[in-house]
């Protein structure tokens, strides 16, 4: 079996697990803004992910696929924004995105990606 890397492991699930020559992160959310907009939550949810590759020894440039989960479809400009500014135009990744109720009012942008190494 080879190496399995968990990055902030909890009793629940990981933020990112490493195998192989891919990283795979759990649905990131918002903490600071929580609550706020969803081009605040955008912005903080790719700047953990922004960690979250680099920790795993990645960067957004190797992101291969990204799934976003909106609470609200209609925030999707909104998180367009954002997103169109921090992804690396050169080497876009495959993207899905979906009108999901998420775990808590407060929360009104998810995001989740696999990365190469």
Do not use: C, H
């Not at 020894?57 to 696929?65: P, R």
């Amino acid at each position: 079996m080879s190496n399995i890397k968990r990055i902030g492991p909890g009793p629940r699930m990981s933020k990112a697990v490493v195998r192989g020559n891919a990283v795979y992160t759990s649905g990131q959310v918002a903490e600071k803004t929580k609550g706020g907009s969803v081009a605040d939550q955008t912005r903080e949810i790719l700047a953990l992910i922004d960690g979250l590759l680099a920790e795993a020894g990645s960067a957004k440039a190797n992101i291969l696929s990204a799934t976003i989960y909106l609470a609200d479809i209609a925030g999707f400009a909104e998180m367009n924004g954002v997103w169109d500014q921090w992804v690396d135009k050169d080497n876009p990744p495959a993207r899905a995105t979906v009108e999901a109720k998420l775990v808590s009012p407060d929360y009104k942008v998810e995001i989740a990606v696999i990365a190469a190494l």
